[in-house]
């Protein structure tokens, strides 16, 4: 079975500065789908970012980016110039890519606070 | 784009009493959605796999009698809490997959 960790409970950061956020899985598959979910306070899953597997090249949306290393099986989530609405509980998410492969299998998360 | 709408959005119930939490995708059709658990400052947790048409999958240990799902329509699948009781309290969240997981917006289930 797959598991993902975030060692990180809590983290902080300045308002405009940049935070990267933990992660790391284990699965024995080679192809699967990697993903940062935000839950702000509403409690609404959010996605921020995806990553697949097979792509060597780290995945970017903005302000967010990873950098994904396979060999290490680590998966990290970095904010750039953070704001306040930033503020949120991620979670990182593994998904098999196959055919049944639709359900994530959680991190435990990481609470980010932003101060002003 | 696409969304998955899930009601109530809370709900207090009598300890004993059964409630039922419906989760819709609106503008798609969902052979399969997903329930989640999430008690506070907590990850979310995989209860079953609803699937159109046939039986849910439950993860182990999860009681199949109390956390009863039916998925009748391509559209709706529902979660009902048979008989509960205050450690049933927690957050529940529907998923649906398409391209990517659409998630509903939650249930808050307080048992009294």
């Known amino acids: 079975a797959q598991t993902v960790t975030q060692s990180q409970p809590e983290m902080s950061v300045q308002e405009a500065e940049t935070v990267t956020l933990s992660c790391t899985y284990d699965t024995s598959e080679s192809d699967y789908y990697l993903f940062w979910y935000k839950q702000p306070p509403s409690r609404q899953m959010i996605l921020v970012i995806r990553?697949?597997?097979?792509?060597?090249q780290n995945a970017t949306e903005n302000r967010f980016s990873v950098n994904f290393q396979k060999a290490a099986k680590s998966f990290s989530l970095k904010i750039s110039d953070s704001q306040l609405g930033d503020a949120a509980m991620y979670f990182c998410a593994y998904r098999s890519a196959d055919a049944r492969g639709s359900r994530l299998t959680f991190g435990e998360g990481t609470q980010l606070t932003v101060n002003p | 784009g696409a969304v998955v709408s899930q009601h109530p959005s809370w709900v207090i119930c009598k300890s004993g009493t059964s409630v039922k939490i419906e989760c819709r995708s609106l503008d798609f059709q969902a052979t399969t959605m997903f329930w989640y658990r999430q008690f506070p400052k907590q990850s979310l947790m995989l209860m079953a796999t609803s699937n159109e048409g046939s039986k849910a999958t439950y993860e182990q240990g999860v009681e199949k009698d109390k956390f009863l799902i039916n998925h009748a329509s391509l559209t709706l699948s529902t979660l009902t809490v048979t008989s509960a009781h205050p450690e049933d309290s927690s957050f529940y969240i529907c998923s649906a997959p398409r391209e990517k997981l659409f998630f509903g917006s939650g249930t808050q289930l307080s048992v009294l």
């Open positions: 990553q697949e597997a097979y792509k060597q």
